[in-house]
Each structure stands twice: as structure tokens, then as C-alpha cells.
């Protein structure tokens, strides 16, 4: 009954990999998504570090980028309709955030908002190693409805470049949202 399918939030929180969020913008403006951001502040300055993009530039990409502080902004209710939500990267703090409900920014309060209204949320987890308490905090939003989608590349699609492993996993979380792609070759056995 969404009104509207073709309505998608996005998150780029301050883990390392903030290309993955890049590219995920990029192929979903691509497929015609309203596209809804919000960028933590973190993920601000590692736009700056680990990519020639302006943040300018990233935010142009989204039909419309949020202030991470705006609490009264559209996300933050479950009256917004939306297919889901992905958070990518998703730093722990983020990841606690969510997982406690501890909606003190508008990143985590439209995760928790995609949770309890029961919508598609996708957490690609990005740290490593990881101790029981970031696996505790995983359970924890796994048990709740979030999907946890680590950008754990599989090889035997053969990558030749950093671009086809980000695109490996932005497939895998196309296909938790049921969007139609090729971004990568599917095994198909021996």
C-alpha cells in the first residue's frame, strides 16, 4: 500500500567506504529514485578524505539532502512513506543508535522510524575486526527488522577493479530492495 515505491532514504554515516554511499546515489538516481539524505558529519569529512567529491556534489545527487540535526524534517515520521531506508556505510555509533533506539540525530530516527513501520532497512556494517559488542549490536538490529549487509566481497565473479567489488555489494542490497540490476554476475554453479 506505498504510495510511493519509488521513494528511498539513504544514510552516509562516517565509517570508512563512504564511496559505497556515493555509488549507491548514483545507481539509484540512475533507476529514478526520490532520493532522501542525510549525512552525519563524520561522513562529511570522509567524503573529503577518501574521494574527489565535493560534499556539495553528493548532496546534488539525492533528490533532497536533510541537516543531520533537523529533527522535525519529513523523515522523522512514519507518515513519510518510503520503500525503506540504507545506511551506507554504517559506522557502530550509528549502528547503537539504532540498535538502542537512541534517536538523537535525524540519521538514526529515520532508521528507527523504517523500523517501526515496518519497512526495509539495510545496515552495511562497515568495521572490522569486530568485538561481541558490535556483534550484540547487530543482533540486536537484526532482531528488530534490519537487514545487516557488510561490504564483504565474494571473488568468484572475478572483480578486476575496486568499483566491481562496491558494485557487488550495492547488488546485494538492490536485491534485498527487489530493484532489477547487473551489477554483477550471478553464480550460477560449477
Known sequence: MNQHPRRIIVGISGASGVIYGVRMLELLKE?????????????KKNIEIE????????????????DNSDMGA?????SFLTEGMIVIPCT???LSGIANSYTNSLLVRAADVTLKEKRKLAL???????????LRLMTMAAEMGALILPPIPSFYH?????????????????????????????????
Open 92 to 94: 557502530i555509533k550509528s
Open 31 to 43: 533507476k529514478g529514485y526520490e532520493i532522501h539524505l542525510v549525512i552525519t558529519e563524520a561522513g
Open 158 to 190: 572475478w572483480p578486476k577493479t575496486v568499483d566491481e567489488i562496491i558494485l557487488q555489494t550495492i547488488g546485494k542490497v538492490f536485491d534485498y530492495f527487489e530493484i532489477p540490476h547487473e551489477l554483477f554476475n550471478r553464480w550460477e554453479g560449477n
Open 51 to 66: 574521494t574527489d567529491y565535493e560534499v556539495s556534489e553528493v548532496k546534488n545527487m539525492a533528490t533532497r539532502a536533510y
Open 74 to 78: 519529513a523523515l522523522s515520521s512514519g
Open 124 to 134: 552495511v556494517v562497515r568495521e572490522t575486526p569486530l568485538h561481541q559488542g558490535h
